[in-house]
């Protein structure tokens, strides 16, 4: 079993920055992609930016590109999602999440972690 815990959410105001942490810990086997979704009440969970087991890193909406950057450190095995000029429309519980094949795949991820709260105000 692997588990994914998150931290770095809040409140902040508009135009603030957050920055989310995600660590797996438990055994992992063999290569895997890494992701950030958030899921605001009433809305779909939405991918917002994943890195792939060989690095590459995408960022999915148009609405956070160019604000939201994503990290690695292999060192301590951690990955990052940077939210700068935050907006409240980004307000949402984000969740890391962890795929073996694909985290947009029919299946989805492997293992998520229990999300963390990031709330803009206007």
């Known amino acids: 079993q692997v588990q994914l815990a998150e931290s770095g959410g809040g409140l902040v105001q508009t135009g603030g920055s957050l920055r989310l942490s995600c660590a797996p810990s438990g055994r992992t086997r063999g290569v895997y992609s890494m992701g950030w979704f958030r899921q605001d009440p009433g809305k779909e969970r939405e991918l917002v930016a994943y890195?792939?087991?060989?690095?590459?890193?995408?960022i999915i909406p148009d609405s956070v590109k160019g604000r939201f950057t994503m990290s690695r450190d292999n060192i301590n095995n951690t990955v990052y999602l940077q939210m700068n000029n935050l907006k409240p429309e980004d307000t949402a519980v984000y969740y890391c999440a962890l795929a073996y094949d694909s985290l947009r795949g029919p299946g989805g991820p492997d293992y998520w972690g229990r999300g963390t709260q990031v709330t803009v105000s206007s």
């Open positions: 890195i792939n087991w060989n690095g590459g890193i995408t």
